[in-house]
C-alpha cells in the first residue's frame, strides 16, 4: 500500500546527508508520497488538526542516492504545500536535540506536537508519548538493569561528584545530563587539573552525570541498531557499526573525526540487547541505538538514532529498505486491526 510519510527534520535547510535522509530516499524509490519539516512547521489551532508547512520532492524526480535527494529536497523545485495532518499516515520524529543550538524552543516542539498528532489518530514513530518519557535519554538509560551499566551518578552537587571521582581512583568522564552529542564531554583523571571548574561549568547549565571511565573505549564504541527490539539483520548482516576515535581522542562521535569499522555480535552484546529489548517493546521504542563498549551499554539513542549512511563504508546493505518495510507493515496491521491497537503497540509489532 502506498503511504503518506512526514519526517520531522531539525529544519530543512541545514539539514545534512545522514539516515533521515537515506529513509526518505528509500521511501520515495519506494513509490510512496514524502514529506519532510522541520520542527519550526507546526501550527496549531483549536478548531482544526494540526497542520504542517512541508516541502516535497517532486514524486518523479529521479533521486539515485541520498546526497542527490537532499539536493533536490533543498533546491527551487522542492514544492511547499501547507498539509492537514490528519491527511498523513505516519509521522517519523527524527529531529536531533542536541544539534539545537541556541534555539531552545525546538528542542522538544518534536515530540510535544508529535503527541497531539497521535492524538489525532496519525501513527507516530518513535511513539510520541515513550519519547517523552524517554527525552532524557541518558535517565531513561538509568532506569535500564545497573549489570549491564558502568557506574554512574546524577547531581548536580560538586562534593558527591568529587566522592565519586575519589572512588573511582580519579578517573571519570563528565557530561551534561541532557544534550551532548560529544560535547562538553570531558574525561577527568588524577592529572586534570581544572576538575572544579568544569564541574562549575556543566552544573550552571543542569544536571551533569558522572560515569565510570571504561578503558576498552580506546578501541571506540560500537553503535547496535535496534527495530522493533531485534537487532537488524539482513543478507546474514547485522546493523552493527563499531565507531573508532580519532588520535587522542577518547569520544567516539562520527563528527568529531571517529572513523567507521565493523564488528561482530558478541555475546556480550546480545546479553545487553536481551535485557533492552523488552522494555523498548513495552514502551513503544521503534528505531533506536544502542552504544556499546565491550560489555557495557554506555548511552541509548531513542531520538535519532543514525549511523546507517556510513554502512556502505564497511560493506553493509543499507537497511533502508528494511526500515521501511517495516513501516509498511505496521499500516497494514493498523488498517487490519481497523484502530484496535494503540500507537504504542503498532510502534513496535513486528
Known amino acids: 500500500m502506498q503511504m503518506k510519510i512526514c519526517f520531522v527534520l531539525n529544519d530543512i535547510e541545514n539539514e545534512s546527508s545522514g539516515t533521515s535522509v537515506a529513509l526518505m530516499t528509500m521511501a520515495h524509490q519506494r513509490g510512496h508520497e514524502v514529506f519532510a519539516m522541520g520542527v519550526g512547521d507546526f501550527t496549531f489551532h483549536h478548531d482544526a488538526p494540526i497542520s504542517i508547512n512541508a516541502t516535497q520532492v517532486p514524486k518523479d524526480t529521479k533521486t539515485k542516492s541520498p546526497s542527490k535527494?537532499?539536493?533536490?529536497?533543498?533546491?527551487?523545485?522542492?514544492?511547499?504545500?501547507?498539509?492537514?495532518?490528519?491527511?498523513?499516515?505516519?509521522?517519523?520524529?527524527?529531529?536531533?536535540?542536541?544539534?539545537?543550538?541556541?534555539?531552545?524552543?525546538?528542542?522538544?516542539?518534536?515530540v510535544?506536537?508529535?503527541?497531539?498528532?497521535?492524538?489525532?489518530?496519525?501513527?507516530?514513530?518513535?511513539?510520541?508519548?515513550?519519547?517523552?518519557?524517554?527525552?532524557?535519554?541518558?535517565?531513561?538509560?538509568?532506569?535500564?538493569?545497573?549489570?549491564?551499566?558502568?557506574?554512574?551518578?546524577?547531581?548536580?552537587?560538586?562534593?558527591?561528584?568529587?566522592?565519586?571521582?575519589?572512588?573511582?581512583?580519579?578517573?571519570?568522564?563528565?557530561?551534561?545530563l541532557e544534550g551532548s552529542g560529544g560535547q562538553d564531554v570531558f574525561l577527568i583523571d588524577k592529572n586534570e587539573k581544572n576538575v572544579n571548574q568544569i564541574i562549575d561549568h556543566l552544573s550552571s547549565q543542569g544536571y551533569v552525570i558522572a560515569q565510570e571511565f571504561l578503558p576498552a573505549v580506546k578501541d571506540g564504541d560500537v553503535r547496535v541498531l535496534l527495530l522493533n527490539g531485534k537487532v537488524m539483520e539482513k543478507d546474514g548482516k547485522k546493523a552493527i557499526i563499531r565507531r573508532v576515535s580519532g588520535e587522542g581522542e577518547f569520544r567516539s562521535n562520527f563528527k568529531l573525526g571517529a572513523t567507521a569499522d565493523s564488528s561482530d555480535l558478541t555475546?556480550?552484546?546480545?546479553?545487553?540487547?536481551?535485557?533492552?529489548?523488552?522494555?523498548?517493546?513495552?514502551?513503544?521504542?521503534?528505531?533506536?541505538?544502542?552504544?556499546?563498549?565491550?560489555?557495557?551499554?554506555?548511552?541509548?539513542?531513542?531520538?535519532?538514532p543514525g549511523g546507517m549512511e556510513r554502512f556502505k563504508d564497511i560493506g553493509l546493505p543499507p537497511f533502508t529498505d528494511y526500515v521501511i518495510e517495516a513501516i509498511e507493515r505496521k499500516l497494514e496491521y493498523k488498517k487490519q486491526y481497523a484502530g484496535t491497537l494503540s500507537n504504542r503497540t503498532l510502534a513496535t509489532m513486528d
Open 69 to 110: 535527494y537532499l539536493e533536490a529536497l533543498q533546491g527551487s523545485k522542492a514544492r511547499k504545500k501547507k498539509i492537514d495532518s490528519t491527511s498523513l499516515d505516519v509521522v517519523f520524529i527524527r529531529n536531533n536535540p542536541t544539534e539545537e543550538k541556541g534555539r531552545q524552543w525546538a528542542e522538544q516542539a518534536g
Open 112 to 176: 510535544a506536537f508529535g503527541r497531539m498528532v497521535q492524538q489525532q489518530g496519525v501513527m507516530v514513530l518513535n511513539d510520541a508519548y515513550a519519547l517523552s518519557h524517554a527525552f532524557i535519554d541518558k535517565l531513561y538509560f538509568e532506569e535500564l538493569p545497573q549489570e549491564i551499566k558502568p557506574d554512574s551518578i546524577i547531581t548536580r552537587d560538586k562534593d558527591q561528584l568529587l566522592d565519586f571521582w575519589e572512588k573511582q581512583n580519579k578517573k571519570m568522564v563528565l557530561k551534561p
Open 267 to 304: 555475546p556480550a552484546m546480545q546479553k545487553i540487547v536481551n535485557l533492552t529489548a523488552p522494555k523498548l517493546i513495552r514502551d513503544g521504542l521503534f528505531f533506536v541505538g544502542l552504544d556499546i563498549v565491550k560489555d557495557k551499554l554506555i548511552e541509548i539513542n531513542v531520538l535519532s
